[in-house]
């Protein structure tokens, strides 16, 4: 039970992280035991936590600047589900002892490029040992107007469901990175390897929508999971058209080559697009708002008085799906 | 990349965590992307993150509920440190993929007796599958009235350095645990093996100190490792007097033994007291404070203007420390 620090674990805390509390004075460097936030009157704090493992989550190979933006990332994409406004996190890193100072130099770049584009800022954390892969954990506190957080309970029948971008591109890009998709063209492999390191979380819209969708999720277990957990808090049904669906001209050349694929689409996860329901009527506005954030958004489906998630072919006839997608926390 | 999740998870999380969220309608029985809390007014949020690896942090034969409620505790005391009152915690858990049931279960139990005690609401997070060792992370958020959270700066000359309870108790619990100290007997050998596995957040005397106390820190790095943060936090220099250092009878024991364990008593660590600082002359309050609480707090010695951290022999002599202590975030 000794050895429970990284060799110069002060060093690379103060060299790397503490700039990274630039601008929060509540995060005192990193000098005291716990961080102190001021919220603002009138607004909710949004909390959420996810761990990323080695060899699980992320490649040990992959680019420490990568994985350090899909943490903070995906954490960030529940906060967008939420309607909420990132503020601040809190980071915990379990490393293993042989984690070189260009590792952790180079993951600490590639927070500071992100919590800068996204306005989130490092509150506090820690950082410890590990005889195993390293396991990295990132709480992420936002803020909402009190009362006005989505939540995935809500939809409504007759409700129009929406996506943000494409679907499927980070599914398919792990199929890459694994090996697979050996016929796509480099531009397109490239595309989805992309999409797969570094999810969009929709920030802008998911605020937008705090006043008019009645339901909202992050597609991070899948079109069919994350859909389902909508009907299941909602108590209603959901169809979705698959020839709706919003696909990247590298998907499409996927898919063209093997449909089958279809189903990674559908239930692979990794996609962080929010998908939310909307009642009827309100195209005109969704259009706005597309063009105001320069984000796709498409209509692929609607909720249901009940019957769980169907989706139909181009002919409308059901299309059978394995139960697929991940489950969490 | 795929078996990110463990077998039965979604059960383990239904049966044994949704619970841990009752009479918290903000963590949506885990249902939801995030949390949502309601701030009160005029209060700030008080944030810190610890992490526990299994094999370092803890023994992976120790009783799960134990684990459980020291990794709660730990977190408690960074918020008692900082006078705060216990609200929500986040929980990430990577597990082995042969996690059982019955360790989840216990592990869960334990959560839900501190959790009782002490306040405090799960109100969201993660679990996921690992190769490697049990890694817990636990986010506490707490909340204090606003502007008026304990710091570690502040520390004045000729302030008096004063600590609850005893301290030593869990370095030689785990010395204990890894076969040392035979000679002790049965009972003092499981009061230090509680302690070690159970800190005593000092959370009520926390919050009374924000009125006059100049400074705060938990000892879980040890007593010298601490005060120095103190004393660097806030440009001081500090005296302790060995004579004055609260022992429990089972350390009282141990030192008589072995006079040279006074090092490990100084800078083991896992004694999650709190130290703190006054202005002399405060004797009184202390008093009536330590007798409301029924907690021991002791007077150690004094803030000088500069010079780090000395320790005086009962003869005034300064002692000799190796540079002990465990340095995190």
């Known amino acids: ?3 429970r620090h990284l060799p110069d674990e002060f060093d690379l805390i103060a060299r790397y992280f503490v700039p990274l509390t630039k601008g929060f004075p509540g995060a005192f460097a990193l000098g005291d035991d716990a961080a102190v936030l001021h919220p603002e009157p009138g607004r909710d704090i949004v909390a959420t936590a996810d761990t ?11 680019p ?3 994985i350090a933006r899909k943490l903070l990332r995906v954490n960030l994409s529940d906060l967008a589900a939420m309607g909420a406004r990132p503020r601040y996190y809190l980071l915990t890193l379990a490393l293993p002892k042989d984690t070189d100072a260009e590792w952790v130099a180079a993951f600490a770049a590639g ?3 992100d919590q800068e584009f996204y306005g989130i800022t490092l509150a506090g954390g820690d950082t410890v040992a590990t005889s195993g892969p390293a396991t990295l954990t990132l709480a992420a506190l936002g803020d909402v107007s009190a009362g006005k957080a989505l939540r995935r309970s809500g939809a409504q029948k007759g409700d129009r469901i929406y996506v943000t971008g494409t679907l499927g591109d980070g ?3 792990l199929a890459v990175l694994q090996g697979g998709l050996a016929h796509l063209s480099k531009a397109h492999a490239t595309h989805l390897i992309d999409r797969y390191h570094l999810p969009r979380p929709r920030l802008a819209i998911g ?3 705090i006043d008019f969708a009645h339901a909202a999720i992050d ?14 808090q909602s108590g209603v049904g959901a169809t979705v058209e698959a020839a709706r669906l919003p696909l990247s001209a590298a998907v499409t050349a996927a898919l063209e080559k093997d449909s089958d694929l279809l189903v990674t689409v559908l239930g692979g996860g990794d996609d962080y697009e929010l998908l939310f329901t909307i009642a009827q009527g309100k195209e005109e506005q969704l259009a706005a708002l597309a063009e105001d954030e320069a984000v796709k958004i498409t209509c692929i489906g609607r909720i249901e008085a009940m019957g769980g998630v169907r989706v139909l072919d181009a002919q409308g006839a059901e299309i ?10």
């Open 1 to 3: 039970m000794n050895d």
């Open 52 to 62: 990323m493992v080695a060899g699980i989550h992320f490649f040990n190979s992959d």
């Open 64 to 66: 420490p600047a990568f």
């Open 111 to 113: 927070l500071a490029e």
């Open 171 to 173: 599914a398919l890009g």
């Open 207 to 209: 605020r937008k929508l």
């Open 219 to 232: 597609i991070s277990d899948g079109l069919i999971a994350d859909l389902g957990h909508v009907a299941t």
């Open 320 to 329: 059978p799906l394995k139960s697929t997608g991940f489950r969490h926390f």
